[in-house]
C-alpha cells in the first residue's frame, strides 16, 4: 500500500518564477492538505483540498494556490516566487469518512530553494 | 487563535532512558485532537500518538505515553526505554473539531531529541 508521494523531492528556482509541487494520497484517502515548513521551524497550513474544491485556508498569500483531481491527488502552485519561500512543502492526506477519519499520513515532502 | 508551545528546543537521553518533552497550548475550544508527530532526518512526519481532548484516559503506544493535563492545557510525551531509533525532531500538534473534515494541525516548534548510547 502506496503512501503519499510527493514530487519532485527538490528543486531549485530563482526568485519571480513560478513552481508547481504535486501529491498522491495514501489509497482510501480523499483529502489532501498542503503544509510549509521552513528550516527549524514547525509545518505551518497552507490549504486543505476536498471534494476538488479549497475547504480551508491558512494565513497564505494568493500567490499560493492549488489544485484538486478526480482521482484526489493534489498540486501546489506557488507564483512570482520570493526568496522566503524556501521551505520544505509537505503534502498530507486523510479520508473524511469511514475509519480513522482525520489521520493524517505525511509524504516526505518537496524541498524548495528560491535564489 | 490556538497556539501550542514547546519550550525544549533540544533534549537529550541515554539509551534505555526515560524522557518527557514538554507540551502546551492554548485554545478555547472543547473538542479537539492532539497529536505528537515525529521527524526523522528522512523528513516524513510520522504520527507517534494521539489523544483526543473528550478522553480523560492518557493514550499510550507501546513505549510512547502522553500525561494530558486538560485544565492545564498540558500534553507532554513521555518516551520510556529509549532507542536509538528514536533520535528526531518531535513536535507537538493540535487540530480542532472531530471527525475527519478538517486536516488543519497547529504545530509547535518542535524538540529535537538526541539518544546517547
Known amino acids: 500500500d502506496a503512501g503519499v508521494t510527493q514530487s519532485p523531492t527538490h528543486l531549485i528556482k530563482t526568485r519571480g518564477q513560478q513552481v508547481t509541487l504535486r501529491c498522491s494520497p495514501k489509497?482510501?484517502?480523499?483529502?489532501v492538505s498542503w503544509y510549509q515548513q521552513a528550516l527549524g521551524q514547525g509545518p505551518q497550513f497552507i490549504f486543505q483540498?476536498?471534494?476538488?474544491?479549497?475547504?480551508q485556508r491558512g494565513n497564505f498569500p494568493d500567490r499560493f494556490s492549488g489544485h484538486q483531481f478526480p482521482n484526489y491527488s493534489s498540486e501546489l502552485n506557488v507564483n512570482a516566487l520570493l526568496l522566503g519561500d524556501s521551505a520544505l512543502y509537505l503534502c498530507?492526506?486523510?479520508?473524511?469518512?469511514?475509519?480513522?477519519?482525520?489521520?493524517?499520513?505525511f509524504g516526505e515532502g518537496s524541498r524548495l530553494t528560491v535564489l | 487563535a490556538q497556539t501550542v508551545t514547546q519550550s525544549q528546543p533540544e533534549m537529550s537521553v541515554q539509551e534505555a532512558e526515560t524522557v518527557t518533552l514538554s507540551c502546551t497550548y492554548d485554545?478555547?475550544?472543547?473538542?479537539?485532537?492532539l497529536f505528537w508527530y515525529k521527524q526523522p532526518p528522512s523528513r516524513q512526519m510520522i504520527l507517534v500518538i494521539r489523544?483526543?481532548?473528550?478522553?480523560?484516559q492518557n493514550a499510550t503506544e507501546n513505549r510512547f505515553s502522553v500525561n494530558f493535563q486538560k485544565a492545564a492545557k498540558s500534553f507532554s510525551l513521555k518516551i520510556s526505554d529509549s532507542q536509538l531509533g528514536d533520535a528526531a525532531m518531535y513536535f507537538c500538534?493540535?487540530?480542532?473539531?472531530?471527525?475527519?473534515?478538517?486536516?488543519?494541525?497547529?504545530f509547535g516548534t518542535g524538540t529535537l531529541l538526541a539518544v546517547q548510547p
Open positions: 483540498y476536498y471534494e476538488e474544491e479549497e475547504r
Open positions: 489509497s482510501g484517502h480523499d483529502t
Open positions: 500538534a493540535y487540530r480542532e473539531g472531530q471527525g475527519g473534515a478538517t486536516n488543519k494541525l497547529i
Open positions: 498530507a492526506s486523510s479520508r473524511v469518512r469511514g475509519p480513522n477519519t482525520g489521520e493524517l499520513f
Open positions: 485554545t478555547s475550544e472543547s473538542d479537539y485532537y
Open positions: 489523544q483526543e481532548a473528550y478522553k480523560q
